[in-house]
């Protein structure tokens, strides 16, 4: 892998929380970023100046190649996916629209933004790394998980799935599957001292993440450290 290569990330789903985080860890680790959302507006406040930012849409095909860009620019070496959305809600009370929403969101964005980096660095002969963004939930039983549960839980088979097929090719594909990290998407469940309390009883060493945690070990899998 040349420098070129290894040092280009895309990293979608940028101005949520845990994008942020991702974008401003490669940033320190030397990548250059290319961030992802599908509002304008909402990236350039998400992230430093500086930042190069894309608006696409990469829960569709056309979205995700345009991420990844065409032969005329540089390949990406590095790819990560946080865009998703968390839905809370049981099977009774979810509509087809949200259940639909709630796949394309971490799905779909996962599936296409795959297929088109494997396409470039087949086609560039390069090699590279990605890390999908699934959760907890698609491995345990949470209540009102449902439909992100199965979502995420696609993903996993997806990332296992490729890492199986191009991992001799020098493409590697990894998953972080964090719990519950302090961001805007999850502030509605974390008001008062008494709900931040109880969601932190959950987790055995006592309280919840925070989204840098989780940037760091992505920014290890995505690095020659984590190569083998």
């Given amino acids: ?21 991702v974008v401003d860890r490669l940033g320190e680790a030397g990548f250059e970023v290319l961030a992802v959302g599908r509002d304008g507006a909402r990236l350039e406040n998400a992230v430093a100046n500086g930042t190069r930012i894309l608006e696409a849409d990469v829960s569709t095909e056309e979205g995700a ?42 799905l779909d964005t996962s599936f296409f933004l795959l297929k088109a980096f494997v396409a470039r ?3 560039a002969q ?19 998980h449902e439909a992100v ?20 090719q020098g493409l590697r594909v990894n998953a972080v599957a964090p719990g519950l990290m302090e961001t805007p998407a999850v502030a509605g469940f974390l008001r008062g ?8 009883r959950q987790y055995p060493v006592g309280r919840f993440g925070n989204p840098a945690e989780v940037a760091g070990l992505i920014a290890w899998l995505l690095s020659d450290q984590a190569g083998w």
């Fill in 1 to 21: 892998m040349t420098d070129q290569h290894k040092r280009l990330a895309v990293v979608a789903g940028a101005a949520g929380g845990l994008g942020r985080a």
């Fill in 65 to 106: 190649r345009q991420a990844l860009g065409g032969d005329d620019d540089p390949v990406p070496g590095a790819l990560v996916n946080c865009a998703g959305q968390v839905l809370v809600r049981g099977l009774h009370a979810t509509s087809e629209a949200a259940y639909r929403a709630c796949l394309s969101a971490n």
């Fill in 121 to 123: 660095l087949r086609k």
């Fill in 126 to 144: 390069a090699r590279g790394a990605a890390v999908m963004v699934s959760t907890v939930a698609a491995r345990i039983g949470i209540q009102n």
């Fill in 149 to 168: 549960s199965a979502a995420k839980a696609a993903v996993d088979g997806l990332v296992r799935s490729a890492a199986a097929t191009y991992s001799a």
């Fill in 193 to 200: 001292d008494a709900a931040r309390q109880a969601m932190a």
